[in-house]
Antibody, heavy 131, light 113 residues
């Protein structure tokens, strides 16, 4: 059974650093990309970024580029979402999910990766940041 | 970024009756490869989202055939032929054609009368 198990809830202060984790099992870790999505009452579901665990290639939403870092540790089949300086606006529920059905198209030496459904999802990690 | 707009924002349905949820995108989701990368998810109360439909109309493994997806380019619909109590939650559409970033609709909350 494919499982994504996330680390527990965190309470932090503005300016502090944080790393949350998503431990995967039940499949070959390097075969599927992993994505992070956050959910807030006001903004619904927001895509943050994705990582290819085979080579740690990442792409981010412009809204969080430079503010979060996604990384992977193949030795323990785990993906991380990290902040170096939290803000109150980072308060949210964070989900990781495996991406299936991705397509890759290469032309003239450059490639684009598109498509992809998110399944399964982790149980979520609540991050609360106080100012 | 592609903006996904869902209507209605909430829906109250009698068990056994049908339901229709709409999702519109600000750009055509038809990819140059000929496929359309539009997905539907359901987030039940207190749970993580779960995949229902991929590529507009393909039901994911284990999804009842009461759920069906349709549409093209910018207009998409999720239909539930006979709503059951277990269908309550928030339904989200998401596009995967013009990525990154993936973008979600704001959700439609389904309640039972």
């Amino acid at each position: 059974e494919v499982q994504l198990v996330q680390s527990g809830a965190e309470v932090k202060k503005s300016g502090e650093s944080l790393r949350i984790s998503c431990k995967t099992s039940g499949y070959s870790f390097s075969t599927y990309w992993i994505t992070w999505v956050r959910q807030t009452p006001g903004k619904g579901l927001e895509w943050l970024g994705r990582i290819d665990p085979s080579d740690s290639y990442t792409s981010y939403s412009p809204s969080v580029q430079g503010h979060v870092t996604i990384s992977a540790d193949r030795s323990i089949s785990t993906v991380y979402l990290q902040w170096y300086s939290l803000a109150a606006s980072d308060t949210a529920m964070y989900y990781c999910a495996r991406i299936g059905g991705l397509y890759k198209y290469c032309t003239d030496g450059s490639c684009s990766v598109f498509g992809g459904y998110f399944d399964p999802w982790g149980q979520g990690t609540q991050v609360t940041v106080s100012s | 970024d592609v903006v996904m707009t869902q209507t209605p924002l909430s829906l109250s349905v009698t068990p056994g009756q049908p339901a229709s949820l709409s999702c519109k995108s600000s750009q055509s989701l038809l990819h140059s490869d000929g496929k359309t990368y539009l997905y539907w998810y359901l987030q039940k109360p207190g749970q993580s989202p779960q995949l229902l439909i991929f590529q507009v109309s393909s039901r994911f493994s284990g999804v009842p055939d009461r759920f069906s997806g349709s549409g093209s380019k910018t207009d998409f619909t999720l239909k539930i032929s006979r709503v059951e109590a277990d269908d309550v939650g928030v339904y989200y559409c998401m596009q995967g054609t013009h990525v990154p970033p993936y973008t979600f609709g704001q959700g439609t909350k389904l309640e039972i009368k």
